[in-house]
Nanobody
Framework: QVQLVESGGGLVPAGGSLRLSCAASGRTVSNYAMGWFRQAPGKEREFVAAVSWTGDSTYYADSVTGRFTISRDNEKKALYLQMNSLKSEDTAVYYC?????????????????WGQGTQVTVSS
């Protein structure tokens, strides 16, 4: 079993920055792909970014490319999302997730462990 706990959300003005963290506990997570997803009110959960188990490969949604950076620290069992140039449309609950069957990428349908989420609100 894996437990994922997100932190770092909050209220930020448009153009500002936030850094989200995800702490993993339980079984080792260093062999698996991890990622960030978000869900805005009235919308489906969507992919934001993912990172391979080595951290060498990263993937981003078009809407965040160039503004967000995903990274991981396997020794600390942690996942991060640096969010810059935030826009009002980035407002959502952000979730950390892991795919225990893949070391390359995690998607909305392949993730089998999820955190509880952290709220990010960007004021315009």
């Amino acid at each position: 079993q894996v437990q994922l706990v997100e932190s770092g959300g909050g209220l930020v003005p448009a153009g500002g920055s936030l850094r989200l963290s995800c702490a993993a506990s339980g079984r080792t997570v260093s062999n698996y792909a991890m990622g960030w997803f978000r869900q805005a009110p009235g919308k489906e959960r969507e992919f934001v970014a993912a990172v391979s188990w080595t951290g060498d490969s990263t993937y981003y949604a078009d809407s965040v490319t160039g503004r967000f950076t995903i990274s991981r620290d396997n020794e600390k069992k942690a996942l991060y999302l640096q969010m810059n140039s935030l826009k009002s449309e980035d407002t959502a609950v952000y979730y950390c997730a892991l795919d225990s069957h893949s070391g390359v990428i995690v998607t909305t349908t392949s993730a089998d462990y999820w955190g509880q989420g952290t709220q990010v609100t960007v004021s315009s």
